[in-house]
């Protein structure tokens, strides 16, 4: 018994001297692996960052060129190619939120029956847009508007003059207007939107950057007189879907697919990014194959032209992006309105919280 102890005894030590001589080795390997944030000299550290990218380079390229010789195999041999990893993202690695819409969300679609925008979007009332200015504006902000005209159908300007918005809004409420959008310019730039839903709101307000006007766009096109298609993305929470239908509202719910318009709002990471396009289907003339690759020939040996249908877009601006500070209960009311939903710097407590 006590030589079979000391044994057992003698092997932990053994095990243990091991363990540590491993560590040790761990260890000297990170100690001679030199980061360049470590390096203070300006010169050398640019040389080993220009090394370790081109390393970096150099592996990707190594795996890139083994995965499509995998999959080349795969296809000669008939069986299926292996499936491609999916890149980790922002957006697919978002933290779980509960206000997330469901396909079989009961309550949701109730809900949708009897907000303020189911009379527009049952198409039992035409949307009717009023346009304006803030009171101090400049050339770009009804340039801006101009274009927005364009993209907007059954859509009005108006000149602001110096009434206030509460006035605006009984006028347009008279008038059998259906939406009320305000564009607002700080030092001669379009900074914010202000979309109100009439006759009882909501009332939108959104931050306006990275505006482009239809000039400023290289080999830009001119709109038709068509109504657009419209194509929302990425609304997926409780409050996305309502700002989605909110600019749904501003549209007509009977497209003419004759005038191949396509006005895009796609919300990314909370920010909505506008985008107008006209859109052209060509044929083209492709050199046939088949499946595995290998191109295809007729009895005679003549290479076969397969004819491929290709969609060609061009801009039509204007482009811009969005971003959503307030939603608020009712028209306009900056003392007693109440909020639905405010931006607050405390919410960014992370990159993966989004709230669209």
Same mark, same amino acid.
């Given at each position: 018994m006590g030589a079979k102890r000391k044994k057992s005894e003698t092997e932990e030590l053994v095990e243990g001297e091991k363990s540590n001589d491993k560590n040790m080795e761990s260890s000297n390997k990170k100690k001679k692996e030199i980061l360049p944030s470590m390096i203070k000299n300006k010169e050398k550290r640019s040389s080993v960052h220009a090394k370790i990218k081109q390393q970096k380079k150099l592996e990707?390229?190594?795996?890139l060129k083994a995965r499509d010789a995998a999959e080349k195999r795969a296809l000669d041999l008939g069986e299926e190619p292996p499936a491609r990893m999916i890149p980790r993202t922002i957006e697919n690695t978002r933290e779980p939120d509960e206000t997330v819409c469901r396909p079989d969300d009961e309550e949701l679609f109730a809900g949708n029956d009897a907000d303020e925008f189911s009379s527009v979007l049952k198409q039992e009332r035409t949307p009717k847009i009023l346009m304006t200015t803030c009171r101090y504006n400049s050339t770009r902000g009804p340039a801006f508007i101009k274009e927005l005209?364009?993209?907007?159908?059954?859509? #009005?300007? %108006?000149?602001?003059? $110096?009434?206030?918005?509460?006035?605006?809004?009984?006028?347009?409420?008279?008038?059998?207007?259906?939406?009320?959008?305000?564009?607002?310019?700080?030092?001669?730039?379009?900074?914010?939107?202000?979309?109100?839903?009439?006759?009882?709101?909501?009332?939108?307000h959104f931050k306006l950057s990275k505006l482009a006007l239809r000039k400023e766009i290289k080999n830009h096109g001119n709109p038709t007189g068509h109504k657009p298609e419209l194509v929302l993305n990425n609304f997926t929470t409780r409050l996305g879907h309502r700002i989605g239908r909110l600019i749904q509202s501003l549209f007509p719910q009977d497209p003419e697919f004759?005038?191949?318009?396509?006005?895009?709002?796609?919300?990314?990471?909370?920010?909505?990014?506008?985008?107008? #396009?006209? %859109?052209?289907?060509? $044929?083209k003339e492709s050199k046939g194959s088949d499946s595995k690759g290998k191109k295809v020939k007729d009895a005679k040996g003549e290479k076969i032209a397969q004819e491929k249908v290709i969609a060609r877009l061009q801009e039509c601006g204007p482009r811009f992006t969005l971003k959503l500070i307030s939603l608020q209960h009712g028209t306009f009311d900056t003392k007693g309105g109440e909020f639905e939903w405010v931006h607050k710097p405390e919410m960014d407590t992370s990159r993966r919280r989004f709230f669209l």
């Open positions: 990707k390229r190594k795996k005209l364009s993209v907007i159908p059954n859509a #009005h300007y %108006y000149k602001r003059g $110096t009434y206030d918005l509460k006035k605006i809004v009984d006028y347009a409420n008279k008038q059998d207007f259906t939406s009320i959008i305000v564009v607002h310019t700080n030092r001669r730039e379009p900074d914010a939107l202000l979309i109100i839903g009439l006759p009882s709101g909501p009332t939108a004759r005038g191949r318009r396509v006005a895009t709002f796609h919300n990314q990471r909370d920010f909505i990014f506008f985008r107008h #396009h006209r %859109y052209i289907f060509e $044929t």
